[in-house]
């Protein structure tokens, strides 16, 4: 019976693995996810595929995870698979595991207010499928699916898909009311799928946009980060539009009200910045890099005799304001070290000389260093024609000195020198700090010349002490 529903579950989803590579769409329920459905509809309950996943297979994309939606209460999906993890038990979140896998079935819940983002203060359970997706945040997330049924689709959620709109289910009014992170999920989404927003749904953001202010900075920056490492990074115009980059970010709306009359620019610094997060791929670091990496020019702004706006120091001073901004909407130490250094080094001009891209790739790390041209080159991308081609050539030969001071594997730090505080104390060196200067020196010495990096060639070779 279980091979034969299996078989039945197969054929059914190659019919629409078809349809899906020929550009229509269907939905493909993974074996997983099919049998934790049957189960529960077995022991007498409705379950279906829920949200994000069911969007995504619409749009014939591979969904990130499966959630399911299910008229079982928590404890009786507890008592029908044998391994589950308690996920939020209050909220109705069961996680069964499934050959190594974890899938969150929920009960069907109409929901108050929110207080984290997932997680509504109080939930009351329901038996109805239609008020579960009622409580959802757009008609695009609020479609379920199962093989039974086919598609269940209340709120036109298939329709918007299709003229690629993100629109409140209900009164956007009201919805943004019970939970402000849904007006940074509507523009996440909107950059996510290259959709536009809805224009009640983008006049009740601006109306409520200043509720951003009681959301945490947590939830903000899951959202901001998924906006910025989207197809659409770009699409944080939309948010600055709507008010809500003077809530969660007003330093880019310094950034949009700021000229650059300069050759080398065509845009003001926001409009620049939004160019040159869509003209560099999608890495959370750099994104948020090019992002960041021009707010110092709101404070270092000055305007010479014939007008041309000058931007002196603004890397230096735009890494400390990138790190007081990460920090306030708490990135984590290592993201904030990564984009900080970034920022800092972006305008970093470096002669297309081995021996001084070597000891470019030396100060900024040789981890950094390939993230830092690829800052470069969006940079440079989103400046105006002035000069484009020399500009260009001069980054084409960073990267080729980088890729073959790579290739050869060339001492770059300290820790691929030849000697170490050991070595120079065998050879008759005080310890203390002078050891660190001498060995700095030694790597001055290698990074000008690679084939200087032996012990006899160093040790022959000591400075002077300093
Ligand atoms: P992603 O691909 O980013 O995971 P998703 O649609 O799965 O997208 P989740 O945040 O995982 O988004 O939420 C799962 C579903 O729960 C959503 O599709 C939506 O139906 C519902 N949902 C999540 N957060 C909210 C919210 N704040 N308000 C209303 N519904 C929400
Ligand atoms: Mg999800």
Sequence with gaps: MEKENRERAGERPRENGEETESGRKGI???????EIVRRLEEAGYEAYAVGGCVRDSLLGRAPSDWDITTSARPEEVKRLFKRTVDTGLAHGTVTVLWQGSGYEVTTYRVDGEYEDGRHPKEVAFTGELREDLGRRDFTVNAMAYNEKKGLVDIFGGQKDLEEGVIRCVGEA?????????????????????????????????RRHAACLEKVSAERIQVELTKLVTSPHPDYLRI?????????????????????????????????????????????????????YHDFGKAECHTRDEKGIDHFYGHAKAGSEMARRVLKRLRYDNDTTDRVCALVYWHDYRIEPDIRAVRRA????????????????????????????????????????????????????TLKDLAVDGRDLMAAGQKPGPGLGRTLQALLQMVLDDPSRNTKEYLLANLPKET
């Design 239 to 291: 948010a600055w539009e709507t008010g809500i980059t003077r809530v969660i970010l007003p330093e880019f709306d310094r950034l949009m009200e700021l000229p650059q009359n300069n050759p080398h620019h065509c845009y003001c610094v926001g409009e620049h910045t939004l160019h040159a997060m869509k003209a560099s791929p999608a890495d959370k670091c750099l994104r948020l890099a090019l992002l």
């Design 173 to 205: 009014d009201e919805r943004f009311g019970e939970d402000a992170l849904r007006i940074m999920r509507a523009v996440r989404f909107s950059a996510q799928l290259g959709f536009s927003i809805e224009k009640k749904t983008g006049e009740a953001i």
């Design 361 to 412: 790739v030396s100060r900024v790390g040789p981890e950094l260093f390939p993230l830092l041209l690829q800052v470069k080159r969006a940079d440079l991308e989103a400046q105006s024609d002035y000069r484009r081609q020399e500009k260009l050539d001069w980054l084409m030969r960073l990267e080729r000195l980088a890729g073959q001071i790579r290739e050869q594997g060339d001492c770059l």
């Design 28 to 34: 493909r329920l993974p074996e997983a996810v099919g």
